[in-house]
Nanobody
């Protein structure tokens, strides 16, 4: 499985971006999907996750009410819609895919099996 993330860029604080992550495989719907981010000098952190059918959604507290994860299985794509961006959201954002496991989604990077290359989001103040 190859994941291709896109949609990053430079935006002013308060602005919006939509990240996309497209899978090359034909079995996209079997994967739970997640978004993680890594700011300079910091560890990678969980942002949001969504179950295989889109029914289970989790967001980290710092993005609740601002970020929305969604997916279109017919397009092999997962999205991260980001509103009201803040300078502290600046990071490289990674999408990840998780093979079916005991839980519908996972919040830790170690549970994910495939990773995209990352897309940089820079929020200026």
């Amino acid at each position: 499985v190859q994941l291709q993330a896109s949609g990053g860029g430079l935006v002013q604080a308060g602005g919006s971006l939509r990240l996309s992550c497209t899978s090359s495989g034909r079995t996209f719907s079997i994967y739970a999907m997640g978004w993680f981010r890594q700011a300079p000098g910091k560890e990678r952190e969980f942002v949001a996750a969504i179950g295989r059918s889109g029914g289970s959604i989790y967001n980290t507290d710092s993005v609740k009410g601002r970020f929305t994860i969604s997916r279109e299985n017919a397009k092999n794509t997962v999205y991260l819609q980001m509103h009201n961006l803040k300078p502290e959201d600046t990071a490289v954002y990674y999408c990840a895919a998780m093979l079916p496991k005991s839980g519908a989604v996972a919040l830790t990077s170690a549970d994910y099996d495939y990773w995209g290359q990352g897309t940089l989001v820079t929020v200026s103040s």
